[in-house]
């Protein structure tokens, strides 16, 4: 069974840190990277997406992929209360159309 | 305003009660996809359909039924098969995956069906 783990929190941070939400996959064909934003009782919303090795930033956002530790890694800086939320990292494998998601973290910033 | 909608917003059945969700959109996709979220999991996917007339099971098909005969529409329904069937539902839609890149799913609002 393919598998995305995530550490489900609560992650707690300051008003004005870095939030750091981190991500491992099981199935090393895997091509494509996401991650959702989940407001309580909302449906999800795409944030971010990686596809490549390496960094991809997005203005307080940077995604971080690591294919041969099967790592995926979402950093928030000078979060705001707003960005409490759950994130949910959602990986795609080799053959298709099947995304799997993680059980998602929920982060919370303290004002 | 392109996007996906689902309706309704809220929705209560009797026990042995077939319901059906609504999911349109608007974004030309080629594909459309069910999910059901359960309180601290992640998505679970239930039906998907990469183009009109055809569709696919996903992990958790038992109980449930889709359609599409629209590219715009893949309405859900869920039978009274379905052993545990309060839950949020979520409907997403994205362009078909094409070799090694795949476009984003965009979701829905979402519909949170009780069953009692």
């Known amino acids: 069974q393919k598998e995305v783990e995530q550490n489900s929190g609560p992650l707690s941070v300051p008003e004005g840190a870095i939030a750091s939400l981190n991500c491992t996959y099981s199935?090393?064909?895997?091509?494509?990277f996401f991650w959702y934003r989940q407001y309580s009782g909302k449906s999800p919303e795409l944030i971010m997406s990686?596809?490549?090795?390496g960094d991809k930033e997005d203005g307080r956002f940077t995604a971080q992929l690591n294919k041969a530790s099967q790592y995926v890694s979402l950093l928030i800086r000078d979060s705001q209360p707003s960005d409490s939320a759950t994130y949910l990292c959602a990986v795609m494998g080799t053959g298709g159309f099947k995304t799997i998601f993680g059980a998602g973290t929920r982060l919370f910033v303290k004002a | 305003d392109g996007g996906i909608t689902q309706s309704p917003k809220y929705l209560f059945r009797k026990e042995g009660q077939n319901v059906t969700l609504s999911c349109e959109q608007n974004l030309n996709h080629d594909a459309m996809y069910w999910y059901r979220q359960d309180p601290g999991q992640g998505l679970r996917l239930i039906y998907y359909s990469q183009i009109v007339n055809d569709f696919q099971k996903g992990d958790i098909a038992e109980g449930y039924s889709v359609s599409r005969e629209k590219k715009e529409s893949f309405p859900l329904t869920v039978t009274s098969a379905q052993k545990n069937p309060t839950a949020f539902y979520l409907c997403?839609?994205?362009?078909?995956?094409?070799?090694?890149?795949?476009?984003?799913?965009?979701f829905g609002p979402g519909t949170r069906l009780t069953v009692t």
């Open positions: 990686i596809y490549s090795n």
């Open positions: 997403a839609s994205s362009f078909v995956f094409q070799g090694n890149f795949n476009y984003e799913q965009y």
């Open positions: 199935d090393r064909g895997s091509q494509s």
